[in-house]
């Protein structure tokens, strides 16, 4: 059999609430494969349903699909192409299918993506925060300390936040939020495209007391974005060991350029501060202006 002969992976994008969201291809692919790989099969059967479709389907979700990798590339190998779906929006974010897409590329399998609706990307597009450098970290871990842990370790990311959430966590969740990232500016998207879809703003806190006065806004699944960390100038109080840090960098004879970019990764601030501070020091000590 030759390679045109051998099945396709189709990784398709379904509504995240909004049936009218499907794409007129995403609908033709679904009803011309021999197979259908549903994170929920319950789930997407409703959607066949609603497009009139009868499509055999098989899970894969979680637990299952390394077990799965085999079957489904058998029935490449045998010509038949092949539907990978999510519950909702763009398979592998969030959801299952990152195992199976890396397996079947690693043996030459064909894979297309058919894109559509994606909740962050959604959420993103009508929240009002930065979009030119953005963080997604999917869920939070469950537990509250993990929870704070990972909140601490973003907590001086400049890019905007994004991170998915469940309604029975969504309350301890902002809980963790406020006593980790203090007043920072919060957009909450809650339902997306659905019936009650709402954005709310305000700090954790601010949100928090939204849920209290109104539990409705504590339901639905949520996409929490989250304004990036102020950039900061270099402190007084970190003044003298940022100066040694800067020292020992052009002493092994880093230049000022580079060793400015190193400072700001590892101790903050912008990187035209510390290429001044550095350049002061190498003046200091006698060793001449880099110019570029």
Known sequence: MSDTDLGTLYVVATPIGNLEDLSPRAARLLGEVALIAAEDTRHTARLLRHLGLKVPMLSLHEHNEPARVERLDERLARGDSIALVSDAGTPLISDPGFVLVRALRERGRRIVPVPGPCALVAALSAAGLPTDRFLFQGFLPARTGARRQRLEQLAGRQETLVFYESPHRIRDTLADIAAVLGERHLVLARELTKSFETFLDGSAAALLGRMEADPDQARGEFVIMAAGAEEREP??????????????????????????????????????????????????????????
């Open 235 to 292: 402190t007084d109080a970190a003044s003298l060991e940022a100066d040694a840090v800067l020292a020992a960098l052009l002493a092994e004879g880093v230049g000022v350029k580079q060793a400015s970019a190193v400072a700001a990764r590892l101790l903050g601030g912008t990187k035209k501060a510390w290429y001044a501070r550095a350049q002061s020091l190498k003046e200091a000590h006698g060793e001449g202006v880099e110019r570029h």
